[in-house]
């Protein structure tokens, strides 16, 4: 067990390298338990995924092992740690009750390589989640659906941990204002996916939203919102690869307006449209995935 131990913590010391993973596998296999064998072959499997994502057979292969396994491997994880999404054979996204966090994210952070966390419950907490040094050590996280108000928020713009933040998701909150727009993208340099999705962001908070986000950032979803044809016309030009905007209430010009001015994107989500309209941004735009399912659907 101490062995156990030793080797899932050079895993969560270095979350990027695949080496300490596959001695685990081979750990595994060493053992020869009937379920050990079947855990070092997923490890095997998703981290050979992760090199050649052609690999649909090594795919599907790790998908049924999962499907058939993912309780039992997750219950060291419980009951402070609920797994979301595993990656080269450990879960690095799971959700995590706020309070819990705040009082034991040491242990939280060393039951596995967790990247990313969806914090339960912050209503209440969040200031205290921003000021949380280990929040240093996640790629992103989210409070979707937290009840969170302006001034709690607020507290994105006073936090020193946010430096390497690649991705966070604020939907389902109320931003308001953001008078602090400028503080917070100062502290998050890194942000490459941000959602704002049903936050009720309107046409002037996204026009100061705009000047603030850096080159880096890739992913932008302001799905059922308060946006204008005006309003979203900041975004013209904009260097993004997947772009959010359904529930607002824009025309098909400002959607065609839109497409024309973002050479780079590759994936954007328009909600329900009428089939002529549907037909004509299809056969206009081939080399993007337009989405037209609901914002709820995304939410989800």
Not at 30 to 48: S, T, V
Not at 284 to 289: E, R
């Amino acid at each position: 067990m101490n062995e156990d131990i030793g080797l899932l913590a050079d895993i969560v010391e270095n979350p990027l390298d695949d080496t300490p993973r596959l001695i685990y596998a081979d750990w595994l296999l060493d053992r020869g338990e009937p379920n050990d064998l079947l855990r070092a072959e997923f490890i095997r499997l998703q981290i050979d995924h992760a090199r050649r994502p052609g690999d649909v057979k090594s795919l599907r292969r790790a998908n049924r092992l999962l499907a058939n396994n993912a309780r039992r491997w997750s219950r060291g994880l419980k009951p402070l740690l609920r797994a979301s999404v595993w990656r080269r054979g450990f879960v690095e996204a799971a959700s995590v009750n706020a309070v819990d966090f705040l009082e034991l994210a040491q242990e939280a952070l060393s039951l596995a390589p967790i990247r990313f966390l969806h914090f339960r419950k912050p209503a209440g907490y969040f200031s205290s989640i921003c000021h949380c040094p280990h929040l240093a050590r996640l790629d992103g996280f989210s409070v979707q659906g937290g009840n969170l108000q302006p001034q709690d928020l607020e507290s994105l713009g006073t936090s020193p941990f946010l430096e390497t933040l690649q991705i966070l998701h604020l939907d389902a909150n109320r931003l308001g204002a953001a008078r602090r727009l400028r503080d917070w993208f100062r502290r998050m340099p890194a942000l490459t996916t941000l959602s704002l999705q049903n936050v009720q962001l309107d046409d002037a908070t996204l026009s100061r939203l705009a000047h603030f986000l850096t080159p880096r950032l890739r992913h932008l979803y302001l799905g059922c919102n308060q946006l204008s044809d005006a309003g979203i016309s900041v975004l013209h030009g904009l260097d993004v690869a997947a772009l959010g905007i359904g529930g607002n209430p824009l025309s098909p010009d400002a959607i065609n307006r839109l497409l024309e001015s973002l050479p780079h994107l590759k994936w954007l989500q328009v909600g329900p449209q009428p089939p002529s309209l549907r037909e004509q941004l299809c056969k206009d735009y081939p080399h993007v995935q337009l989405d037209f399912r609901l914002c709820a659907e995304l939410l989800q």
